[in-house]
């Protein structure tokens, strides 16, 4: 049986020869074909619809995963986020997926040879879900061009809401914002605000944003309840959208306080359907940064 429980277990011919057969592999992988193309996900917060997205995306392009796991890693240790991702580019990987609590965190990874992709940077940019979301609304308009988004709930710490009203402008839809005012943010809502009862009645798309608990510290003081019935997409509102509106949601939903739990599945609800969009979405966009050729894909194309 062959062992390695510490260099005394080579003898001089057999050690001479592992480091030969290394130093081959640095350019070709001598009887074992193309290397795989490797991306390693980073995340620093939880997931479970954005990383499980890429994973499937990952492996419906034939690519390898490389899980990171941060509570067991050097950043533990005091590593630097960019010594942590110069290390998986010097190991091997071709691209890196990465969610952090820093806003804007890949302005320290200047230096970086490999594509990042940004799976969500704290109240700062979450550009899969962007796209994803408006993968979703264009299959039900169309075009952009004066459909009226209103993004509702808690949108100064939602990446979602800055993101997405960005773009949708761009795009030419009109969009407004409802919520608590002091969850409201100037630069985001260009004073666009306006109350849930009218946002209902004329909305084209409700794009409900989760309450993020987890970045507020001591501001909000509503219970559950209140908030719905106050800031929330009731049953009765529902009731009073237009025939054609829809609605979204990032997810996780919590129910019964941004929206109604009967209206997570409901007629209007895309909610699953943008999931399912953000498995092609980023399948997409991993074959953009790696610059992948057709005839490495093993999927069709959505656009």
Request: proline share 3%.
């Amino acid at each position: 049986m062959r062992h390695l429980r510490t260099l005394e277990d080579l003898t001089v011919d057999q050690l001479e020869k592992l480091l030969a057969e290394a130093n081959k592999q640095k350019d070709y992988l001598t009887g074992w074909g193309k290397p795989p193309i490797t991306v390693a996900n980073l995340f620093f917060e939880p997931s479970t619809r954005t990383k499980c997205s890429f994973e499937m995306a990952q492996k419906e392009l034939g690519l390898h995963t490389l899980h990171f796991d941060v509570d067991s890693s050097s950043v533990q240790k005091g590593e630097s986020l960019y010594d942590t991702v110069k290390t998986l580019e010097a190991i091997g990987c071709k691209a890196v997926v990465i969610r952090h609590p820093e806003e804007a965190y890949y302005n320290q990874l200047e230096g970086i040879n490999i594509p990042i992709i940004n799976a969500g940077d704290g109240s700062g940019n979450h550009p899969t879900q962007s796209l994803l979301d408006l993968l979703t609304i264009q299959q039900e308009f169309l075009i952009f061009q004066g459909v009226h988004v209103v993004i509702c709930g808690d949108i100064r710490h939602s990446r979602v809401a800055r993101t997405n009203a960005n773009i949708l402008r761009k795009l030419g839809a009109k969009v407004s914002f409802s919520g608590p005012e002091e969850w409201m943010d100037d630069y985001i809502t260009q004073g666009n605000v306006i109350s849930m009862d009218e946002a209902v009645e004329t909305a084209d798309v409700m794009m409900m944003l989760r309450i993020q608990t987890e970045r507020h510290g001591t501001e909000g003081g509503w219970s559950k309840e209140d908030y719905h019935q106050e800031f929330g997409l009731t049953i009765e509102r529902e009731k009073r959208m237009k025939d054609n509106a829809i609605i979204l949601h990032p997810a996780p939903v919590n129910r019964d306080v941004e929206l109604a739990s009967e209206l997570v599945e409901c007629n209007r609800s895309r909610i699953f359907k943008q999931m399912e969009n953000g498995v092609l979405i980023r399948k997409e966009v991993l074959a953009y940064v790696l610059q992948l050729v057709e005839e490495e894909k093993v999927y069709e194309r959505i656009i």
